[in-house]
């Protein structure tokens, strides 16, 4: 099997582009309806980080007061106050995090249900140059690397924020001398995070990309049709192969993801831990000592209790500080991620819900095609052009034409897969277009040659045409289908699970599957697309007895390569490169001598 290829430098400026598109208010007004939640949580976060600042002062109580003057009652008050500290420290932060989560985790959901929404509104086409592999790794693997970010980011800012405000203050209330050492680290801090945070975020872009093609390997090599496919074709190791390579690509821009800038953040995180060595140092030197020893009697000593209260702050900043620049290194990162999914929920909607849609209570099941004209988009002509039809009320029309005509063009448009370019489709005088997409879904109904079924019970695929129906009418479909003897004689009858895309079952079985769901949802309108092109003779003439009793009294329009299945038509259109060319029942058209004698010859 071919290899992706590699990721090219246009590649990464696009994705670098892409990521620098994503706005941040657009990501802040996915938490919108979670304010209050999250002013609770910011509530909690400076309460909690207020409550904290006590333990620097309690320790230097202990130091300088309780400890040297052998004060018991007040050790006793200033060791219960550091536990009571830690324990509100600790229920306060539950309750962050209980709070944080939950809304971090509503907000995926959302995220998650209004991409899967929105991909279920797009055209067909969209899906068609589209990996099926690519899409779910979209909705799966990047919406789940966006967890962290958004179920902890904004608690991790406030927290780190309000921690670092706060032991700064009390820091210069220790010693404002001392605070000013502290303030030469920030700037390389800020400037290095920057500098890694574009590395991430390159690289989160590389990685996402290749986790997509390694979802489309899987699921094009583990498919039903993917196995049959390589073990017929003896593909196997070229996969295995394919797979492989990818997997290693994926290894290796982990790999490079995790480590980009760690040696920089590691030379920070050793500047951190040096500075507080330095003051111990600076604060033992004879000068140092002689200053504070003058100083005692001046009232301006640094006293012990002070340093070491003021290096258990400054710990304090530190540690905050670096968590403020890696959710920084995070955040831009993950900018990539959003800037996948916002690609897809930013694609436009080609065949939408109309702005004011007209009921259709009681269809009848008139249709008309007035002047339709298509182009599929890039094409280099038209797909259909001026088709000018009327099927009256259960009646019967038949689509024929040689390969590519434009037949199952037309069958798609009927069922709005596509909205005409021009003209326009009409059942009982309302344009497709005024109607609801779930309405016209239950007034047309199509069975085409590639019968999908889910892998699930027999049941359960008939069900979903119509989710409240009983077991009894879905018996009576399946008998009006001619397929309940086959599915009574299954070992766990309509408990059958039909195994993926329904392989279990022969082509004329699924057909006929696919006629018993369709009677249960019982549209006015039916088109049959090439349903019976790929059976053999005997389960055709099986199927098209289904066909007949679902056709009944039903408006229908048959799509067929056979011209055996639709010599009964109460009229037949014959297709020529997108436009008819004749139309007219079997026998006038036959007497012409016309196209349509000549595909009947």
Same mark, same amino acid.
């Given at each position: ?12 400026? +696009? ?20 304010? &209050?939640? /999250? ?61 944080? &989560? ?77 605070? %000013? ?281 008939? +069900? ?8 009894? =009418? ?42 018993? +769901?369709? %009677? ?19 389960? =055709? ?57 000549? /595909?009947?010859?």
């Amino acid at each position: 099997m071919p290899r992706p290829p590699e990721i090219s430098r246009e590649q990464r400026a +696009r994705d670098r582009e892409q990521a620098k598109q994503v706005s941040l208010r657009r990501i802040a007004r996915l938490f919108a309806p979670h304010r &209050t939640a /999250l002013a609770v949580v910011i509530a909690v976060i400076v309460a909690s980080s207020v409550v904290g600042m006590a333990s620097p002062f309690l320790l230097r109580a202990v130091i300088d007061d309780a400890l040297p003057h052998r004060d018991v009652r007040l050790l006793v008050w200033l060791a219960a106050g550091m536990v009571a500290v830690a324990a509100i420290t600790a229920a306060f932060g539950v309750v962050q995090t209980w709070i944080s &989560t939950r809304v971090g985790q509503l907000v995926m959901h959302r995220l998650r249900t209004d991409v899967f929404a929105h991909l279920q509104r797009l055209s067909l086409g969209f899906f068609t140059r589209t990996r099926t592999g690519e899409v779910q790794s979209r909705i799966t693997n990047d919406i789940g690397g966006m967890q962290s970010v958004v179920t902890s980011t904004a608690t991790s800012i406030a927290a780190n924020l309000t921690t670092v405000v706060a032991s700064a203050v009390a820091m210069v209330a220790l010693s404002w001398q001392l605070s %000013l050492v502290t303030l030469v680290v920030l700037p390389p801090s800020v400037l290095l995070s920057r500098r890694v945070a574009r590395v991430r975020r390159r690289l989160t872009a590389e990685r996402q990309r290749e986790l997509a093609d390694l979802n489309v390997t899987i699921e094009e090599g583990l498919s039903i049709d993917g196995v049959v496919l390589s073990r017929t074709l003896g593909t196997g190791d070229a996969l295995v192969s394919r797979f492989t390579n990818s997997s290693l690509r994926l290894t290796d821009l982990e790999l490079r993801s995790q480590l980009a800038g760690r040696w920089w953040m590691a030379t920070m995180s050793i500047v951190f831990a040096a500075i507080p060595a330095l003051i111990y140092l600076g604060a033992g030197l004879p000068w140092a000592a002689g200053a504070g020893a003058g100083g005692a009697t001046g009232g301006s000593a640094l006293t012990i209790g002070t340093l070491v209260a003021f290096t258990s702050l400054q710990a304090g900043v530190f540690r905050p500080l670096s968590s403020l620049l890696d959710v920084g290194v995070s955040i831009s990162a993950s900018l990539a991620l959003f800037a996948r999914i916002f690609e897809y929920q930013d694609t436009a909607i080609d065949v939408d819900e109309p702005a004011d849609p007209v009921d259709l209570p009681a269809p009848r099941g008139d249709l008309r095609l007035s002047h339709v004209t298509f182009a599929y988009p890039g094409a280099d002509r038209e797909a259909l052009s001026d088709v000018d039809l009327h099927v009256p009320a259960g009646s019967t029309l038949a689509i024929v034409g040689e390969t590519g005509s434009g037949k199952s063009t037309l069958g798609a448009l009927v069922v709005r897969l596509h909205d005409p370019d021009a003209g326009r489709i009409t059942v009982d005088g309302v344009d497709l277009r005024d109607l609801r997409l779930a309405d016209l879904a239950r007034v047309v109904g199509v069975v085409s040659q590639e019968t999908y079924l889910l892998h699930a019970s027999v049941r359960d695929n008939l +069900r979903y045409a119509k989710p409240d129906a009983t077991d009894s =009418e879905i018996e009576a479909a399946a008998r009006g289908a001619q397929i309940h003897h086959v599915i009574a004689d299954l070992p766990e009858g309509y408990d059958t699970v039909v195994g993926p895309r329904g392989h279990r079952f022969s082509g004329g079985e699924r057909q006929r599957l696919a006629i018993a +769901r369709t %009677l249960l949802r019982d549209p006015r309108v039916l088109v049959l697309d090439e349903a019976t092109s790929a059976l053999d003779t005997a389960t =055709e003439r099986a199927v098209q007895e289904a066909f007949d009793a679902l056709a009944h009294g039903r408006t229908t329009i048959t799509i067929a390569h056979r011209l055996s299945t639709v010599r009964a038509a109460d009229r037949i259109a014959v297709l020529d490169h997108g436009r008819v060319v004749e139309s007219g029942p079997h026998e006038d058209l036959v007497s012409e001598a016309g196209r349509y004698a000549a /595909l009947a010859a």
